[in-house]
Nanobody
Framework: QVQLVESGGGLVQAGGSLRLSCAASGRTSNIVSVGWFRQAPGKEREFVAQIMRSVGITYYADFVKGRFTISRDNAKNTVYLQMNSLNVEDTAIYSC?????????????????WGQGTQVTVSS
């Protein structure tokens, strides 16, 4: 089993930045990718970004390209999501999860061991 704990959320003004962390513990050796997802009130969970744990290949949702950067530190079993140029539409609960394969079209249902999430609120 893998346990994930997200941190780094908070309240930020539009145009600001936040860095989220996703720390993994437990049986992490078989993890292939880690993904970030978000869910805004009244909306479905949506994919944000994913990273391949071994070689660092990344893939982003179109709406975050150029603004968000996903990275990993395997020595710390931690994946980061650097979020810049935040806007009000980015307000959501951000959660991370793991996958035991690489998905070219990642969906929430492909991922496991969800963390509890961290709230990101962007004010205008």
């Amino acid at each position: 089993q893998v346990q994930l704990v997200e941190s780094g959320g908070g309240l930020v003004q539009a145009g600001g930045s936040l860095r989220l962390s996703c720390a993994a513990s437990g049986r992490t050796s078989n993890i292939v990718s880690v993904g970030w997802f978000r869910q805004a009130p009244g909306k479905e969970r949506e994919f944000v970004a994913q990273i391949m744990r071994s070689v660092g290949i990344t893939y982003y949702a179109d709406f975050v390209k150029g603004r968000f950067t996903i990275s990993r530190d395997n020595a710390k079993n931690t994946v980061y999501l650097q979020m810049n140029s935040l806007n009000v539409e980015d307000t959501a609960i951000y959660s991370c999860a793991v996958n035991y394969r690489w998905e070219h079209r990642p969906r929430a249902g492909d991922f496991r061991s969800w963390g509890q999430g961290t709230q990101v609120t962007v004010s205008s």
